[in-house]
């Protein structure tokens, strides 16, 4: 899951495996979120978003699940791959041109 | 198309001394962001520029000031650089602003370290 503070999150899978990020979001009235991959030393990248009056949404190989009874948002990773290492870090929708992010998780995939 | 380019990739300040931040998108679109990333934190908003011609504040926009010059090139400067803004710096670019999307573009980010 997410975490203000020093260190990440961390989650080691084995190549090939499914992969389970989670993220939790603070506001209740967010419509619009979005998970980002972030390589080392590289700006974030889209990866897949989602609004509030989804629960489920699929891209390759990722989808996305939303439930907002918790405000909890998950990506999911199918047959990770090495490629796939970085920081995910989800982001909300906060009010008019504020997205606000979460610090991330750590992905290492193992080969 | 290169996207969003950001200059310089790296840069060493001493406390005071001031700089610009560059910014551009190919992308023709309206809206550009400054972040600063922070170890272990998530990507906190500087400034915005929903569209050419004006600009407002975000999460954390002390000891910083913008310029969005047209619809190209999003600047960000420090006028008196101090330690607490050693950071990495995003320029993104999205092209609808408010909430109709957002999804953003994300430059290479500069490094910032202040001494």
């Known amino acids: 899951g997410e975490s203000v503070g020093l260190h990440l999150p961390t989650l080691s899978v084995q190549e090939g495996d499914n992969s389970i990020i989670n993220c939790a979001y603070s506001n209740s009235a967010s419509d619009y979120f979005i998970w980002y991959k972030q390589e080392s030393g590289k700006g974030p990248q889209f990866i897949i978003d989602?609004?509030?009056?989804?629960d489920k949404r699929q891209g390759q190989r990722v989808t996305v699940l939303l439930n907002k009874t918790v405000k909890h948002l998950s990506l999911q990773i199918a047959a990770t791959q090495p490629g796939d290492s970085a920081v995910y870090f989800c982001a909300e929708n906060i009010m008019y041109d504020d997205m606000r992010f979460g610090a991330g998780t750590r992905l290492t995939v193992k080969p | 198309n290169a996207g969003v380019t950001q200059t310089p990739k790296f840069q060493v300040l001493k406390t005071g001394q001031s700089m610009t931040l560059q910014c551009a998108q190919d992308?023709?679109?309206?809206?550009m962001y400054w972040y600063r990333q922070d170890p272990g934190m998530g990507l906190r908003l500087i400034y915005y520029s929903a569209s050419e011609g004006t600009t407002d504040k975000g999460e954390v926009p002390n000891g910083y000031n913008v310029s969005r010059l047209n619809k190209r090139e999003f600047s960000l400067r420090l006028e008196s650089a101090a330690p607490s803004q050693t950071s990495v710096y995003f320029c993104?670019?999205?092209?609808?602003?408010?909430?109709?999307?957002?999804?953003?573009?994300f430059g290479p980010g500069t490094r910032l370290l202040v001494l």
């Open positions: 989602i609004r509030s009056n989804m």
């Open positions: 992308m023709n679109h309206n809206s």
């Open positions: 993104a670019s999205s092209e609808v602003s408010g909430r109709a999307t957002q999804t953003q573009y």
